[in-house]
C-alpha cells in the first residue's frame, strides 16, 4: 500500500470551450428554476473560460502522496474538531487507501474508496476534491507565473480578520485564496472554489462548476467585475479515472498594488483584525451610487492589510502543520484563532516541537507524528517543515518564550530555494513515501519501527 501511495500517475484534466458552454447553459436552467420559486437571483462570475493548454494540458501527472499532501495542509487550519492536530491529520491520512494508480495511466478510486458508506461518500469527495485542486492551482500558476512563488491559503481564515463571523448574512465565499508573490512586490490574489462528486457522467459537474462561480464572485479585490478566479469541479466515477473539471476567469484586477498613501506593511508585524463593512459595490451609473451587492469587497485602501494577513496566515497553516502551537498563534488575529492555538491541548509535541524530527532525503526537519493501524500493520506519519526554516518562524527567547517570527526572511528563502527540493517520492532510508513542498514542509510515512 505504501508503495501505491508513491507512484507517480494522472489525473485527467478537462477545460474546454464545450465545458463553458456547458456551465453556461446549466446556470442559466438554475437560475430560471430560482426566479420560479421565488428565490434571489445568484451574482455569478461572468467570462469564465478554457485554460489554456499550455497551462493544464490534458492531464497533470502526481502521486497519491503527493495529493494527500496538498489536502492535509488544505486541512492544517480548518478547526475540524477538538482533537486539533489529530482530526486536521487524519482529514488527509484516512484516505491512504482511496486511490489507486497506475504508472502510464490514470489515478482511480480503489476498491476501498467506491466502497464507502454515501454520506462518507460526500465528504470523500469534497476532500479529495480539495487536494486535487491544490495540486492544479499550483500547476496552473506556477507556469503563468514561472519567477513567482504560489502560496494557497483558506479563504474562510482570512475572511474572519476582516468582516465579524455573519455579517455578511451571505452563505457564499471561496474556498482559498491563490497568492501568487514575489519578496518585496504586489502580489496578484485568485478567489478558488472547489466542490467534488461521485456522478456517473459529466452533468454533476456541470452543476457544481455553476455553483463555483457564485461562491468565487463573493469577492472582489478592487475594481468591479475585474478580480480573476479559478473554479474547479473533481469527478470521483467508479467506473472511469478520477477527472478534474476546471475553468478560470481572466480579469486584469486582483494585483494588490500598493499606493504612497497605503504602502505595504512589514509582514513581521503583528496583523490586525479589521471590522469592514459587508458588502460589494458595483460603479457609479451616472451620479448614482448603486446599493452594494452581497459579499465581500477588498477596496485599494485595505491592499497592504489583505496583504499582510494572507502571508501571516499562510505562515500559521505551516506551523500548525508542523504541530506547534505556540507558533502558530503568533500568526494569527484573535477571531482568526489567536488563543484556540496558544491555549489548551493541540499535536502531542505542541509543548516543544522538536519532540519529532527526522532526516528525509538529507534535510532535517521537524514537526509532529501520529501512529495508527491501516489494515493489520501499525504506521507513522511525520508532518513538519525544514528544520532551518522553522528556526525562522519560532525563535526562542529567554524561558523558551516564542519572539515574533521573521515572515519577510521565510518568504525570501523559500522564494529563493524554489525548485531546489527533491522530486523523489520514496526515501530508502525512511522506509516509505516522502512528499516535499516548495514552502519547505514535508509529509511521509511508514511501517513503524519497533
Known amino acids: 500500500m505504501l508503495k501505491e501511495l508513491a507512484k507517480p500517475s494522472n489525473i485527467a484534466v478537462h477545460s474546454s470551450a464545450a465545458l463553458v458552454g456547458s456551465v453556461e447553459k446549466t446556470a442559466a436552467k438554475e437560475d430560471r428554476k430560482r426566479k420560479e420559486k421565488g428565490g434571489r437571483q445568484l451574482r455569478r462570475k461572468g467570462g469564465l473560460s478554457a485554460l489554456p493548454g499550455s497551462e493544464v494540458g490534458k492531464s497533470l501527472r502526481l502521486t497519491p502522496w503527493h495529493l494527500l499532501h496538498n489536502l492535509a495542509q488544505a486541512l492544517s487550519l480548518s478547526r475540524q474538531g477538538a482533537g486539533r492536530g489529530l482530526a486536521e491529520h487524519w482529514g488527509s491520512l484516512k484516505y491512504c487507501q482511496a486511490l489507486t494508480a497506475a504508472p502510464n495511466s490514470y489515478i482511480r478510486l480503489s476498491s476501498e474508496g467506491k466502497g464507502i458508506a454515501r454520506n462518507y461518500k460526500k465528504l470523500q469527495s469534497h476532500e479529495l476534491a480539495q487536494g486535487l485542486a491544490l495540486a492544479l492551482a499550483r500547476n496552473i500558476l506556477g507556469k503563468r507565473y514561472p519567477d513567482h512563488f504560489v502560496s494557497i491559503i483558506g479563504a474562510d481564515v482570512v475572511i474572519r480578520a476582516g468582516w465579524p463571523?455573519?455579517?455578511?448574512?451571505?452563505?457564499?465565499q471561496p474556498d482559498f485564496f491563490a497568492e501568487v508573490w514575489k519578496p518585496g512586490e504586489p502580489s496578484r490574489v485568485f478567489p478558488m472554489a472547489v466542490k467534488g462528486n461521485h456522478g456517473r457522467g459529466p452533468n454533476s459537474s456541470y452543476r457544481q462548476l455553476a455553483a463555483c462561480s457564485a461562491y468565487a464572485e463573493a469577492v472582489h479585490i478592487g475594481t468591479w467585475g475585474r478580480t480573476p478566479c479559478l473554479v474547479f469541479s473533481m469527478e470521483f466515477s467508479a467506473e472511469g479515472p478520477v477527472t478534474t473539471h476546471c475553468l478560470h476567469a481572466s480579469g486584469e484586477g486582483g494585483w494588490l498594488s500598493p499606493s504612497p498613501k497605503h504602502p505595504l506593511e512589514n509582514l513581521d508585524d503583528v496583523a490586525r483584525d479589521l471590522n469592514l463593512m459587508p458588502g460589494?459595490?458595483?460603479?457609479?451609473?451616472?451620479?448614482?451610487?448603486?446599493?452594494?451587492?452581497?459579499?465581500?469587497?477588498?477596496?485599494?485602501?485595505?491592499?497592504?492589510?489583505?496583504?499582510?494577513?494572507?502571508?501571516?496566515?499562510?505562515?500559521?497553516?505551516?506551523?500548525?502543520f508542523a504541530g506547534d502551537g505556540g507558533t502558530t498563534a503568533?500568526?494569527?488575529?484573535?477571531?482568526?484563532g489567536r488563543d484556540r492555538y496558544a491555549t489548551g491541548f493541540a499535536h502531542p509535541t505542541t509543548?516543544?516541537?522538536?519532540?519529532?524530527g527526522h532526516v528525509l532525503f538529507d534535510i532535517p526537519f521537524v514537526g509532529t507524528d501520529h501512529v495508527f493501524r491501516l489494515n493489520d500493520k501499525r504506521v507513522e506519519a511525520f508532518s513538519g517543515v525544514a528544520e532551518d526554516l522553522f528556526t525562522l518562524l519560532s525563535p526562542r527567547g529567554r524561558n523558551d518564550k516564542p519572539l515574533p517570527g521573521g515572515v519577510e526572511q521565510y518568504r525570501r528563502e523559500i522564494y529563493d530555494r524554489r525548485g531546489t527540493w527533491p522530486e523523489q517520492v520514496w526515501d530508502e532510508e525512511w522506509g516509505g513515501p516522502v512528499s516535499v513542498h516548495e514552502d519547505g514542509t514535508v509529509l511521509a510515512i511508514r511501517l513503524l519501527r519497533l
Open 165 to 172: 463571523k455573519r455579517s455578511s448574512g451571505y452563505p457564499y
Open 280 to 320: 460589494i459595490q458595483p460603479p457609479l451609473t451616472g451620479s448614482k451610487v448603486p446599493d452594494s451587492e452581497p459579499g465581500f469587497h477588498v477596496q485599494l485602501q485595505h491592499y497592504p492589510w489583505f496583504h499582510h494577513v494572507l502571508a501571516r496566515t499562510a505562515t500559521a497553516g505551516v506551523a500548525a
Open 330 to 336: 503568533q500568526y494569527l488575529t484573535k477571531r482568526q
Open 351 to 356: 509543548g516543544s516541537v522538536k519532540d519529532a
